[in-house]
């Protein structure tokens, strides 16, 4: 996680002087999934968040395989790895957007979104930031 917070602060940066380089794929991914497994639940134990009303997010990278499902019920965060379900809004694009977008880097008009769109929004009223 500190390599990816550190990663996240260099792009900060790189971006008031230059447009700052997009991370390497993997590390990307890697980050992505992170915010998943760990960050999520995290930051809705720091911060008060609602309890989850059964919503559905789809994570899609678009330069690899890699897709991520989140379903928020009650308390409960599930994870589904490559989940293909039906999700009410689907956020896809490179591991390096997705991972600045869950950072709050760059906005949902940075990514390919299906579904809908107000529910990315929604997801850091789930997730609050830290």
Do not use: C, N
Request: no cysteine.
């Amino acid at each position: 996680m500190q390599t990816i917070e550190q990663a996240v602060h260099r792009w900060d940066a790189e971006s008031v002087t230059a447009a700052p380089d997009p991370f390497e794929p993997a590390f990307a991914a890697d980050a992505v999934a992170q915010t998943f497994e760990v960050m999520v639940p995290a930051r809705r134990g720091w911060k008060p968040a609602p309890a989850g009303t059964g919503e559905r997010y789809r994570f899609r990278r678009t330069d690899g395989p890699e897709s991520w499902t989140v379903e928020f019920t009650g308390d409960e965060v599930r994870l589904e790895p490559g989940g293909t379900g039906p999700v009410a809004v689907e956020a896809a694009g490179t591991a390096s957007d997705l991972t600045l977008f869950l950072w709050q880097r760059l906005p949902a008009t940075g990514l390919e979104v299906t579904g809908d769109p107000a529910l990315l929004d929604h997801w850091f009223t789930l997730v609050p930031p830290a």
